[in-house]
DNA sequence: CTGTATCCGAAATGATACTG
DNA sequence: CAGTATCATTTCGGATACAG
């Protein structure tokens, strides 16, 4: 390995992938790329990076399992609709539990996964990051706009 | 503190202002909450949650200040109008920096601000995670549809 | 090279009504 | 309660042309 390669590698992450992707080779098991336009993993993390999708983690991690309607109640604003279409992706993923209790009527419970539980975790601190800096973020915009005022 | 209020503040985060968000009047300092619908906190998180935004956070951190078109090349997809919006963005909430050096053709490098690198770092493991676990995700998504399917 | 401006089709989302 | 179905609207995002 030479020197330019140790230090590219020691930046992070897989920068060979991210160049283009259609012949990694090197290994048996191919490597995924989020920076990558087709790689598989690219869609899942489309499909992850949502308001919505982080949002329910989130709940689920910190308030345990809910009922439909307590995830709805509990992050304002969401819709049935996207609630629902939201839940099923990431049931369908494998992150999200959801459990019929066929009672009348009837209750519907979810909960996180193992998988769903990892992300939570990394998601969560993004979320209380977003609380403890929102009002730095607020202050650059304003310096930002008045920046951009005297047109 | 109840026995009811102490399991509630154990699971995490911060119930009370999940409920609603109006009269949280009990510190001088007012409580910042995703969750709520209002909440300035929620109009960042919904903009730091979007695709390119997150890519280009990940990819500043792991490849260090680049240039439009180099990050441009680096994030698969993108296009011009989309990398340049998301930027700005990020540079208008005081995360990214850009800096333009005259010369000709002109150069235009963009690298993180401390804000920036704080949320990189929380980003960055969620782009690894993805890679990691997207092969599971997919593979639930295997059984999940094959179990849809019987219809 | 690094953008900006505009057009336009596609996709996301909200509102509403209906169902098991 | 927990959805589904449909419609209307908004927003997103790519393509293209133009500019400093």
Known sequence: MTTEETA???IG??????QEQGQ???QEELELNVFAQLCPSREMFAELADKWSLLILMSLAACGPQ???E???GIGGVSRKMLTQSLRTLERDGLVQRTVYPET???VVYDLLPLGRE????VSPLGRWTEQRARQMLAAREVFDAAHTEA
């Open 67 to 69: 009922r439909f309607s």
């Open 119 to 122: 992300l939570a975790e990394l």
């Open 8 to 10: 590219r590698a020691a």
């Open 13 to 18: 992450w897989h920068q060979e992938a991210q």
């Open 24 to 26: 990694e080779q090197e």
């Open 71 to 73: 995830l709805q109640r």
């Open 105 to 107: 009527p009837p209750r």
